[in-house]
Nanobody, 114 residues
Framework: QVQLRESGGGLVQEGGSLRLSCAAS????????MAWYRQAPGKQRELVAAIYGGGTTNYADSVKGRFSISRNRYMNEVYLQMNSLTPDDTALYYC????????WGQGTQVTVSS
């Protein structure tokens, strides 16, 4: 059974940085994409950033230039470096992996204070 475990969330002041990590474990093969999503209270879950098998990345317009996604293929880990954080970035951040099916983590809370 595949499990995703996120870490790195927390409370940070506006303008600060955080680095989220997501480690995948279990029977894993043929990862097509790993991605970060977020969901703020009262809002729908939205894609933040994704990294595909060939290394191509994709970002939400709201985080371009501030966030960076990367992946450690050998450890089946994905990271999200978040800089210049604003209160609008406050949300529960989820890791998603797509291989033969979709897998989601439980989420890690990011809170940005003004």
């Amino acid at each position: 059974q595949v499990q995703l475990r996120e870490s790195g969330g927390g409370l940070v002041q506006e303008g600060g940085s955080l680095r989220l990590s997501c480690a995948a474990s279990g029977m894993i093969s043929g990862i097509k994409v790993m991605a970060w999503y977020r969901q703020a209270p009262g809002k729908q879950r939205e894609l933040v950033a994704a990294i595909y098998g060939g290394g191509t990345t994709n970002y939400a317009d709201s985080v371009k230039g501030r966030f960076s996604i990367s992946r450690n293929r050998y450890m089946n880990e994905v990271y999200l470096q978040m800089n210049s954080l604003t209160p609008d970035d406050t949300a529960l951040y989820y890791c998603k992996m797509v291989s033969t099916r979709e897998h989601w983590g439980q989420g890690t809370q990011v809170t940005v204070s003004s």
